[in-house]
């Protein structure tokens, strides 16, 4: 799910996840921040309840703009901040 506005860009996400999961209130908790480092396409995450165990992601931007945005800085993928 993307939860950041154009303006959020596709790097340094981190204080606008972190900003997003404070307004939570409780839920805030509940989420898993291993990939808020990232310096690209940080994410965190929540493991919903249930037989099938699914995860679903927060994103600051669309999947489409990652990509365009990693094809055209490949240095930048998988760094943390």
Do not use: Y
């Not at 800085?73 to 998988?78: A, M």
């Amino acid at each position: 799910m993307v939860v950041g506005g154009a303006e959020a860009g596709c790097v340094d996400s981190k204080p606008l996840l972190e900003a997003w999961m404070a307004r939570q209130g409780a839920a805030a908790g509940l989420f898993d921040t291993l990939n808020i480092g990232l310096h690209v396409n940080a994410d965190v995450s929540v493991q919903l309840p249930g037989p099938l165990g699914c995860v679903v992601k927060f994103h600051s931007r669309p999947l489409d703009e990652v990509i365009a945005f990693e094809k055209t800085h490949p240095g930048l993928v998988d760094e943390r901040v």
